[in-house]
């Protein structure tokens, strides 16, 4: 194995960056079959780029919050290991691309000494807790969301009910009833509310984007903060063990629920609260480390263009509900900055403001605790750094995620358009700079990581083919998202593909008509006036591929003839089904039973255990050539197959074995004994393909 030593004083972060170097290591020697590799990588934040041999390093930041000391660690890392460029996502996170994946462990390590994680970041894990930006500071808020977004990364971060689901798992929080934090396309989305006097949430369950966008529904309308972390946890052991595993395109929460409805699904839930170990979690507000913004007088400056200070102020500044306080909104063009940049914004924001940013969900940059009286210096000093372009979070700040940039599943460019759509507003449509309700985003696939078909003018990345079976890049274009608010929302309507080339005159035709004929509705009111069929005649022209030019095959932002290339998706990694691979990860499950077990956490030792039965009695019906998908289909096929046809006698069946985790409380004797069970079981399945294998 690998020598790697960290300085980390978390023994359990330690070992898990060493673990992380061992099995590159045992990767590089053959040991471990690739596709097993990637799930584990994934978990880690490593993720394959479209550039051969190079990774895209995912970083964690929970609710968007990055503290001086953390942007300029990460700025650090970047330069070293990296290209010194940052990315911000649509989840609140930071990416860099093109690391060398041995390295891997030491830039992690590096993090980690700012309390700056990897783990988790990408996978069928629980991602980043996304919430509004403005949390804390909101005027409309009935309390700060952040102290709970906190609790439940914290709470789930490494918790083995959540690391090898299906697929991934988004969880997010809004502030106020304005639903900023996009709660109707999460898997669980958490709206504040108080009711006499008590904090809570509403909760929106199953909703997602995708090429088969859901709107989540309502799953209580008033939960009280305490209960927001065992409803969780439920929620996460009914997905481990119901949902889809074979078809990775119907892994999502919103295909269990939308098979087995809402109802079903409450029910499942609350049949796993025995096996829960807390009932209530009480979140202490009092003990989170909110920032504490400086009381400092900066330098007396002057504003040399009154006009654009006058702009931006008016569509960047937000009002905060701390007198004498505003927060500065950063429009960061398509996410990315650069680590110079950085660390001087990690500086101003140290010494005159709270020393914390907030990531957006629109790839933005908020600096809270702004003195009134330093809006001019920061205005200069923000302009010294290219950051004090008008219009934050208005309709010229268009969302892109990076799409053939760096993606393995990019389909055509997603930066390259946004950039020209972004000129074409800024020249054509001046007044949108301060329009904030127009809200526009590209994807460069329908994985929808651009967030396309949410917007009020979306665009997909695709491509289409000529009678003569030429190639060329496209854009689908969707009208009519809308957020409404509270848990609310439309979903766009795909209306025409167009080639790339020609999504700028797609936009001015839709601009145009607004314009003429919006009569001051919203663009959703109007929209849902006019109809798919209006702006389908308006636009299907520019649909034809009878007509192209030799400019119609080169993709915005290259001067390349376009290829159509897409890789493997590394979304939710695919677990390698391996029976011996099957059978070292039971050991190792049990292995991490008992050292839970030893640390007094019973209930991740019993999850641990009932993974490694799941686990052995998946690889007994793959050496059947017994095709499996969810665990609780692997629990009742096993039973079938093994147990009632007498193959294997375990002296009771195996659902009665495995299903006592819902049955009992997870206390230190039951978990003894759970482990005991998985142990015995992991043997006697062990020895019958032992058997098979020696008279085959």
Known sequence: MQSFRTEIENPIVEQDIIDLANKIELFHNGKIDEEKFRSLRLARGVYGQRQEGVQMIRIKLPYGKVLSKQLRRIAEVSDEYSRSRLHITTRQDIQIHYVDLNRTPELWAELERDDVTLREACGNVVRNVTASETAGIDKDEPFDVSPYADAIFKFFLR??????????????????????????????????????????????????????????????????????????????????????????????????????????????????????????VTIDEANYTASTPVSIEAPKVEIKDQEAFNLWK???????????????????????????????????????????VRLSLRQNILIPFVKE???????????????????????VDITACPGTDTCNLGIS??????????????????????????????????????????????????????KDKLVAPALQVLLGGA???????????????????????????????FEANGKGQSFGEYYIEKGEKYFYSLLTDLSNVDNLTQDDFIDWGTDEEYVKAIGVGE???????????????????????????????????????YRSMVNSAKAILISEDIK???????????????????????????????????????????ALRYIENAEQFLEKVRGFRQKAVATS
């Not at 500065?328 to 660390?343: C, E, N, P, S």
Request: aromatic residues 10%; negative net charge.
């Open 571 to 609: 979304c939710a990694g695919v677990v390698i089904d391996l029976i011996a691979t099957l059978f070292l990860e039971s050991d190792e499950k049990i292995e991490e039973a008992k050292q839970s077990f030893d640390n007094k956490v019973y209930s991740g030792a019993i999850y641990e255990a």
């Open 314 to 356: 008016a569509t960047n500044v937000i009002p905060q509900k701390q007198d004498g306080y505003v927060a500065i909104g950063i429009k960061v063009l398509l996410g990315d900055f650069y680590t110079d940049k950085a660390r001087l914004l990690a500086d101003l924001v140290e010494q005159y403001a709270a020393g914390e």
């Open 628 to 670: 499996t998908n969810t665990q609780a289909g692997i629990i009742s096929q096993f039973n079938e197959l093994f147990i009632d046809t007498k193959k294997i006698d375990l002296g009771v069946s195996f659902s009665d074995l495995v299903y006592q985790i819902k049955v009992h409380a997870p206390t230190q004797e039951f």
């Open 483 to 513: 957020n409404l608010g509270d848990g609310k929302a439309y979903f766009a309507d795909k209306v025409v593909k167009v080639p790339s080339r020609r999504g700028p005159e797609a936009l001015r035709r839709i601009l145009n008509d």
């Open 373 to 395: 009286e330093l809006l001019t210096f920061f205005y200069t000093e923000l302009e010294k750094l290219g950051f004090a372009e008008a219009g934050y979070n208005k309709a």
């Open 159 to 280: 918790n083995p009910i959540c690391q090898e689901m299906g697929r991934k798992f988004k969880v997010s929080f809004s502030g106020t009833d304005e639903d900023t934090g996009l709660s109707y396309m999460h898997d669980l989305g958490f709206i504040a509310k108080i009711e006499n006097g008590v904090k809570g949430f509403k909760v929106m369950l199953g909703g997602g984007l995708g090429s088969q966008p859901r709107h989540a529904d309502e799953m209580y309308s008033f939960l009280a903060s305490d209960k927001i972390i065992p409803l969780m946890e439920g929620v996460l052991r009914v997905f481990d063990r119901y949902g889809e595993r074979k078809s990775r395109a119907k892994a999502r929460m919103k295909f269990l629920l939308k098979d087995i409805g809402l109802e079903a699904f409450k029910a499942l839930v609350e049949e796993e609260q025995d096996a829960i170990e807390f009932k209530t």
């Open 413 to 466: 460019s997603s930066t390259g358009i946004a950039e020209e759509l972004e000129r074409v507003i800024k020249a054509e449509y001046p007044q949108y700079l301060s329009n904030e309700d127009l809200v526009i985003k590209i994807s460069g696939c329908m994985n929808a990581c651009g967030q396309h078909n949410m917007a009020n003018i979306g665009f997909q990345g695709m491509s289409i083919r000529t």
